[in-house]
């Protein structure tokens, strides 16, 4: 029985990811920042016959992270889905031509805040489990982008925050790829669409159930001659 552990999994994509994987039979790591207020995420694991277990964690507390860990070391973990992120104003921003793009209005602090955790974080999470992921069958780690970390499909102004940080991590997934691949570990990055989740809002096209069936098919796919890839959610490869 494969096991996935994915962050940020109280709500959207991630409770979302947790909700598919259950359905196909798999056991489900689900962390988050307070698992007593996830309410949709503990039905899950109510119903779920001891395949789902419900951790704290906070991508930004090493403490945190360090904790869950230690509860699954030497455990297979064959797919790793850093999910959890912040924005700077999805739903009411460059989607909706909203974005003021003068930088000396820009919250500079938060846009720190977004890089520790849209970047720093990720890079954390796979050094706490990379073991895990290694002594597993798939042996696949996923990063959470977006198509507005595209560098080469980018000519806008605004959402400077999210977009450099989801560029980050599009490096991040090319640079530690290297690292992983002598260890048959694929990491690709994939973006989800602007999907209808509490971050996307109402306005957006994509279903989250349609955004997570197209990433477990592109998932089923991989092998590890696909790491260091960068994907939509349609199955469609990305320009860095």
């Known amino acids: 029985m494969p096991t996935m552990l994915v962050t940020g999994a109280n709500r959207g994509l991630g409770l979302e990811l947790v909700r598919q994987y259950l359905g196909e039979g798999w056991t489900a790591v689900a962390c988050c920042r307070n698992p007593g207020g996830a309410d949709a995420l503990n039905a899950l694991k109510d119903g779920a016959g001891g395949r789902l277990s419900v951790h704290q964690m906070d991508v930004n507390n090493a403490g945190e992270i360090a904790a869950v860990a230690k509860v699954l070391d030497g455990a297979p973990i064959d797919l790793l889905i850093n999910n959890a992120g912040i924005v700077d104003s999805y739903g009411t921003g460059v989607a909706e031509g909203n974005d003021d793009p003068d930088l000396k209005n820009y919250d500079h602090e938060f846009w720190l805040e977004i890089l520790n955790t849209n970047v720093v974080a990720p890079g954390r999470i796979i050094g706490a489990f990379a073991d895990n992921v290694a002594v597993s069958d798939k ?102």
């Open 139 to 240: 042996k696949l780690i996923a990063m959470m982008t977006s198509g507005l970390g595209s560098v080469a499909n980018t000519w806008q102004a605004g959402r400077y925050a999210y977009r450099t940080s989801k560029a980050g991590l599009n490096m991040l997934t090319r640079s530690a790829g290297e690292w992983l691949e002598k260890r048959q570990i694929t990491i690709i990055a994939i973006a989800p669409g602007w999907t209808r989740t509490e971050l996307g809002g109402p306005s957006a096209p994509t279903a989250v159930e349609d955004s997570v069936a197209g990433m477990r098919a592109i998932f089923d796919r991989l092998t590890i001659a696909d790491t260091g890839t960068y994907w939509n959610f349609d199955g469609q490869q990305l320009p860095w």
